[in-house]
């Protein structure tokens, strides 16, 4: 019984890729089971297995979690939604103790990339190049007037995902409007580069980065990419590796960064499968096999950098019929 390989994937949503793949990677090995709030998420169906739960935020949640994990053998958990990965982070010990392993970084690094001015002064303080932030008005008003920062910027939640509620603005009035109508508010430089990002595993076991992928963003929808390239550059590959050892990152992650002339500047980190990542399995970047391994307590050899350049990734409409 112990050496059965069942993997739960929580909060599946649209994402029948990520499960058709640990699917396949599992090749018999064990089942994979997909949960979500709603019967009609697509990717449920691609499972061998589901579960329709409540909402994350509904009482009893993580118990009824864990009683899944208990009946059906459990090895490891992950999430695909950025408000679960808070839940699996903050109880990793509950998991842990019926034999679960929960795929996530700890819980103060995932509350760090969920809050975006806290990643800024991270990585300020740690001498990573990054894209100016405030949440100071006042502040960011004088940077204006002394020609450290100029319009447009955009305004966002401090917390928050999907790019839901980003505002481009232009002027001081935008921001007031802005500033006048919700709390919890940043400005954020606008970026005007090549814009990257970065499909990462740093192995469950050894903590290292064993895998980077690096696609170029050719064109986004609804905040995710939609059109990508496959790149590679050591010095991005580098700058990726002390970044993952300066915050102490561990399982899947998702970093956005930029380029401008020769430099590049770290946007964001997502603690979790990124919506582009297709690309980097398709392109023999095998984070699920990655994580099967450390399942199996085998520590994972370093992979970085073992792809084809030049590989293009469109996303397109698929139906689910049930």
Known sequence: MNNILNILILSCGTRNKIVQYFKKELGGRGVVIATDCSELAPALYEADKHFIVPRMEEEGYL???LSICKENNIKAVL???DPELSLLAEHKQAFLDIGTVPIVSESDI???CFDKYKMFEF???NDFKT????VDKEYFYRDVEAGVINYPVFVKPVKGSASINISKVTAKEEIELLFNRFDNLMIQEFMDGIEYGADVYIDMISNEPVAIFIKEKLKMRSGETDKSVSVKDEKLFNLIRNLVK????KGVIDIDIFKIGNEY????VNPRFGGGYPHAYESNVNIPRLIINNICEKTNVDVIGQYVEGV???KYSEVKII
Do not use: N, R, T
């Open 63 to 65: 118990d009824l979690i």
């Open 79 to 81: 999430s695909l939604i």
């Open 110 to 112: 995932i509350e760090m």
């Open 123 to 125: 990585l300020v303080q």
């Open 131 to 134: 894209v100016k932030s405030y």
């Open 246 to 249: 300066k915050a102490g990152f």
């Open 265 to 268: 500047y770290i946007s964001e």
């Open 312 to 314: 293009y990734m469109m």
